[in-house]
């Protein structure tokens, strides 16, 4: 499809056309204004140009052969570095590292990660600005990779604790980074399955990092403990992909090496109607307030603090939840592999129902229920060995929960407008999961083993409100959208806007693009602009 926008209203007359073409061949001599999008440079130098349905489906595939390898192999690297904690427990870790069993020093651990996380959003988010996206991404990758090899040299708990906290500062800006990524590179539409592709690997880490923890744990050395072969490893890993990372990780569209100046055209204006800009790397204190004053804001901030709880807890001390059905080491590390099917089907699942569905709320409603049914056999079912199947069951169902979390950044990245305020928001998003990540583990307890109770039962109190606060999002940005369709109606536009943002290519005719240049809907979608401020901007739910 052609991926402009479209809109209901009367045609512009062909004289302003030709105005409108003057004045954009005049532009290539004048200074883009200050403030607006990275991409208004490039699409001042030009003619706006209408985007064929096969220039729009050959500038994405090449985009996904680029792009989509680079953020899938990182985040399972991360995924890794983060899950070598809990795999590094069914091998010893507690006993070798002289921690305290009848503590929470395993718990906080598990928590130092997000601590540091929380305190890094801010910095992370000033930098998602004003840095080369690329080359941003090499450098955190690179230095995290370094420190994760560091921690094979940690033998007791401060040091532990001094890593982890490092590690998780430098893994602070990968997340917000690849939110940031698919926005800049993807239309709205597309935008949802790409997320849950990258978030997607934390079920791969569940299945190939259970099996290479376990050919790591064996290895007989004299001179390393089980945990430091498995930091090492990793970590040496991670160092080697930071340096493709560096080379191959385009900054933008407009700087994309793959692309030939009319694919880096089309990769630009098929993102119009997103009425999100590409990269403006100006820092604006504007969208700053209006970031934190946004009650969506606060809302997905709650629903992903609300997730991120179980999510750390259950990451943390799944194997531990496991060995306590009875397990040895390897039926652990064996039965921890169906989990990450779940989250794989799950996350996969959830996105492309969304995608279909073209709505993000009826999708997240459904992945609630079976945490919410797993978390209750796992609460009342007792625990000798006649009940394992059952119990397997229960922590299986709980597995559905990780595909919560890319739809809500995509609903959150979909409905936020301006450089400076998407960056913001994404950045208080991760502040809520990064709590979130930080309360799970301290809610679980070695001494509790085997039943969990207390951790457990907050986290089914936990998906329960996620349910009651989408619905609340739902019927607040009904609101706006309102709000929105009578700021069109009292400028004199249509208050109809079709969104083809949400399409594919087959959503949409020429006759449908030639109109929306007629109408001029996204003549401020590379302004820099925020959502509430661009009456165009179509909120998704």
């Known amino acids: 499809m052609s991926t402009p926008e479209t809109s209901t209203g009367d045609a512009i007359p062909a004289d302003i056309h030709k105005a409108s073409a003057v004045e954009t061949s005049e532009s290539i001599h004048k200074p883009v204004t200050k403030g607006k999008d990275k991409a208004a440079a490039l699409l001042a130098s030009n003619e706006r140009i209408v985007v064929t349905s096969a220039d729009n489906r050959r500038v994405l595939k090449k985009i996904d052969l680029v792009i989509l390898p680079i953020l899938l192999s990182v985040y399972f690297l991360q995924s890794l570095d983060k899950t070598t904690l809990s795999y590094a427990s069914v091998f010893g870790l507690i006993e070798d590292a002289n921690l305290d069993p009848n503590s929470q020093e395993y718990s906080w651990l598990g928590s130092i990660v997000y601590i540091a996380q929380l305190v890094a959003q801010p910095v992370v988010a000033v930098l998602l600005v004003k840095l080369p996206m690329g080359k941003f991404m090499g450098v955190m990758v690179f230095t995290w990779g370094c420190i994760l090899c560091g921690m094979a040299g940690a033998h007791e708990f401060k040091g532990l604790m001094a890593t982890r906290f490092l590690l998780g500062a430098f893994e602070a800006a990968v997340a917000p980074a690849f939110i940031a990524v698919v926005q800049m590179w993807y239309k709205r539409g597309e935008q949802t399955n790409r997320n849950a592709a990258w978030y997607a690997m934390l079920g791969i880490v569940n299945i190939l990092g259970s099996l290479l923890s376990y050919g790591l744990g064996h290895i007989e050395s004299d001179l390393l403990y089980a945990y430091q072969i498995i930091f090492l490893f990793c970590g040496l890993v991670t160092v080697i992909v930071s340096i493709l990372v560096w080379f191959f990780m385009p900054d933008s569209p407009m700087e994309a090496n ?43 901030f709650s629903m992903l603090t609300a997730v991120s709880i179980p999510s750390g807890g259950i990451s943390t001390f799944g194997p531990l939840i496991i060995q306590s059905f009875g397990f040895n080491q390897f039926q652990t590390i064996l039965f921890n592999m169906p989990f990450g099917v779940v989250q794989i089907v799950a996350t996969i699942g959830g996105a492309w129902l969304a995608t279909w569905l073209k709505k993000k709320w009826p999708v997240l409603f459904l992945l609630c229920i079976p945490p919410i049914i797993g978390i209750v056999i796992l609460s009342v079912v007792g625990r000798d060995e006649s009940h394992r199947g059952v119990l397997l069951f229960g922590y299986y169902l709980t597995s559905f929960y990780p595909g919560i979390s890319p739809l809500i950044y995509s609903w959150s990245g979909q409905n936020t407008g301006g450089d400076t305020k998407r960056k913001v928001t994404t950045g208080i998003l991760f502040v809520g999961a990064s709590a979130g990540n930080i309360i799970g583990p301290q809610l679980f307890k070695p001494s509790e083993k085997p039943y969990y109770h207390r951790g457990l039962h907050a986290n089914l109190a936990l998906f329960v409100a996620i349910v009651v606060l989408v619905l609340l999002s739902v019927f607040w940005i009904r609101i706006m959208n309102r709000k929105h369709a009578a700021m069109r109606e009292s400028l004199g536009k249509s208050a109809v806007v079709i969104d083809t943002s949400m399409g594919t290519d087959k959503d949409a005719d020429a006759e449908e693009v030639e109109h929306v240049q007629a109408t001029g809907v996204g003549d401020k979608a590379f302004d820099d602009v925020t959502d509430i401020k661009n009456e165009d901007f179509v909120y998704v739910y």
């Open 258 to 300: 793959f692309l030939n100046d009319h694919e880096k055209l089309v990769a630009v204006e098929r993102l119009r109607m997103n009425q999100m800009g590409v990269a403006s790397r100006v820092w604006k204190w504007d969208h700053v307030f209006e970031a934190f004053t946004d009650p969506k804001t606060w809302l997905w």
